[in-house]
DNA sequence: CGTAGACCCTGCGCGC
DNA sequence: TGCGCGCAGGGTCTAC
């Protein structure tokens, strides 16, 4: 369901909706996703604070805050440092304090079939729903996931980076430090076909299946095109392509092609805007008119114009 | 080392 | 109507 538009647009639909509230209870029902839930990990929310919603990749990052004791927890977590006698600048002592006491962050990956929405607090339980958070505001935040391929996990907001879910993730294709320069070298010394490098979490996150096949044929590039046999001035061509797909989906509200919805039960409409995705056999939209083609790399099915894209 | 393929799991639509 | 098959937007692990 969830490339790295329908978490964004998922994100957005949620923010306003959760930030302020309160994780009242934790309720796992099935903790059989991708890694078992840990319910108690995952309890240590309930009386915490909801402050932000944060994307990485197609991670969906929920920051909170806010115990209901923060003197007791903020003193039990510095008092460490001042016991070993390594209290540095008064500003180390007060990052590891908010670190380890105020910030834990809900972390969450929809895989391929998760879906996350806000329900009235005593709607029945859904089928396959996994865990459900129950808010003060009376509401629900649901997570159902039929395939179980997502995760639900709990982390210190201040060593995410280093958790290994995101030790090894590439680059933000919507970051100021993505271009063609970027991509450039990220390719040198590989032969990969230019899909399955797009597709290569290590080297650019949030681009899955969909986008990998829209972006090379904004950029016309064959997807099974070696990256070592891209010219320079190429790259320029698949990174705009690759950030204007990206921005033209979230504008759209992401791709609903079997039930992706937003926080809000909203579906997206990006679906009517793909050029090639899904469209084996029809002509090739804004160009030549070739009939769009269907091949698989690396198990997955795969659309490109055959006369367009070289 | 980088790359290709199998695998995890359930549900849906299709052709017979 | 019912059944088997292929396919589905994710990541990870293994073998080459």
Redesign the pocket.
Known sequence: ???LP?VEVLRRSLERPLVGDRFDAVQVHFPTL?EPLCGPALRRLQGRTVRRLRRR??YLLVDTGGERLPHRDLADATDPIRVAGRAGPDVVGKDRGAAASGGLTLVL?L??SGRLTLVAGDAPLA??EHVGFDLASGRRLRFCD????GLAFVAPTGDLDGDR?FRHLGVEPLGSDFDGARLAALAR?????AK?FLMD?ETVVGV???YASEALYRARIHPRRSVARIARRRFDVLAAAVREVLRDAIEQG???????ADGEGNSGYFQVSLDVYGREGEPCPVRCGARIRRIVI????TYYCPRCQR
Do not use: Q, V, W, Y
């Open positions: 369901m969830p490339e329908e991708r990749a197609k990956h895989g391929m089928a396959h039929p395939r179980r391929f879910h010394g590989r032969r990969a076909p399955s979490a899955g299946n969909i992401g791709t609903t092609l079997n039930d992706f690396s198990n997955r099915s």
